[in-house]
């Protein structure tokens, strides 16, 4: 250990890259996709009310507005957030946790700005007659929040904090949820679901800002960053802002504003209904993605590069293990659960949302691939590879949207990701090696998940309803653990690895069904 400036030990680079283990990763991992799944849980419950308390023509311009809205945050903010967040990990890999508070200092100035700029687009829309205008005028004040919110939530996660981040955005999300549907029920419309997001947009960036000083104070005296970390971050935005922009078209629902050009509100509510359901379920293996970057980069300013190669096919492997019963889950449960959740008038988004499915098994090793990809510096891969995406994406959207609508939209998704995914998974083979499959594993997934399904679904057609559908995943997932256990369908040293990293403490449940499940060495 060293000292800083106020006599406060913080660690070496090599102790910081000791520290980053498969347990710290997967904890990172633990609390990133309860971080993101949890308020994706959120989102359906909002959904879900928005679908019964408002029209189909409403619903459809809430989820427009919100879509605009969050798409300004994304560009606004750029490739500031993920560059920031990569290079807090790199300079705490090579030992300058110093530089650090200074470079979120920098970092603060520019978000500002974005702020100003993103609020000033959703106000003129308002102005020029965009309907109803006092919910464009609050989206735009929760969309400036947004941008300054990323600037702390880059210092947590670039320094692996998750727990503390974590914790203050799914309390936030909670209040968040409740008063959206307290509104709703009390008549509060459209406006009344944007006010309740500003009010705890602000809460939350009052409350990341706090942890993230904390945390700054903790690593060491501020000194401002040098030019030359500060022109590598700039540098690095300005190639990753390119990234981010087409990988908006991709994968952030672009098709939306094809839909609004050339369909109608309802068919917007319909997409947006199968889209909120594959992001759910996509939230694990993008959580294990974005842990893997600031860690990756972490052990690459140590040069670690043999423990980056291991983790990294181990990632990949057990993503794609995991991936085909969440795959299974949704084909056979999807569609039933949208009749009886969202109500028969969405029945429509059903067909959508097994469409989108039909790519959702690649999709863990796309996000897998892409953050260790960021966590090296790779970045041309990954702005090719998206720009093809992106072609491929506004060019089926415009010829598939207009007969086809919602269905149309849902195909240009999915051919986008194949274009935009495929070579990124490439490229990580090169980068990082071969990757054993491990392919006995993944077929007996695939029949594990196979049978459950088809159990699910004997419980679930002549059933219906809501009981129908809590039966059908009671009996769905006891009949996988029984056919996971049977079949083995987890490579021995892998589940070793997850029992090592989960602890002592999960051993009794994760632990125990983890050995359950493994093939003997």
Known sequence: MTQSAQGAPFATGAEVAAGTTGRSVLGGSFWSATGKLLPQIYTLVVSIAAARFLTSGEFGRQSFIAFVELSLVMLLTAGLPIGLMRYIGETLGRGRPDVVRGLVRW?????????????????????????????????????????????PSALLIGAQLWRSATIAGLVNGS??????????????????????????????????????????????????????????????????????????????????????AFSTNTEIAVYSIAFALVSAMVR??????????????????????????????????????????????????????IETIWGAKYQEAGPVLVIMLSTFPFLPLFSIARGALVGVGKQKILISASALGAAVDIGLALLLIPPFAAVGAALANVGAQLASGIPIIAAGRRTFGKVDWAPGSVLRSGIAAGIAGLAALAVVLPLRGVVGLLLGIVVGVTVFVAAAATVKILPADDARWLDAAVGRHARGGVGRITLLCARRS
């Not at 942890?211 to 000194?223: D, F, N, P, Q, Y």
């Open 107 to 151: 970092a603060w100035g520019v978000e500002f700005v974005a702020a100003f700029a993103g609020a000033a687009v959703m106000l003129a829309a308002a102005a020029l007659g965009a309907e109803p205008t006092n919910a464009w005028g609050l989206a735009g004040l929760a969309c400036a929040l947004g941008i300054l919110h990323t600037v």
């Open 175 to 260: 209040v968040a949820t409740v008063a959206t549907v307290a509104v709703l029920w009390g008549g509060g419309g459209i406006a009344g679901m944007f006010a309740v997001e500003a009010a705890t947009s602000a809460l939350i960036l009052v409350w990341t800002t706090i942890l993230a000083r904390r945390a700054a104070t903790k690593l060491s005296a501020s000194v401002a960053a040098p030019g030359a970390v500060r022109t590598a971050v700039i540098r690095w935005t300005l190639v990753a802002s390119i990234g981010v922009a087409l990988n908006f078209v991709v994968w952030r629902r672009s098709e939306l504003f094809f839909l609004d």
């Open 284 to 337: 694990l293996p993008e959580a294990l993605a974005e842990v893997s970057s600031p860690a990756i980069a972490t052990l690459f300013g140590a040069g670690e590069h043999a423990r980056i190669r291991a983790g990294y096919g181990r990632a990949a492997r057990l993503a794609l293990i995991m991936a085909l019963p969440l795959t299974v889950a949704g084909l056979a449960l999807g569609p039933p659960a």
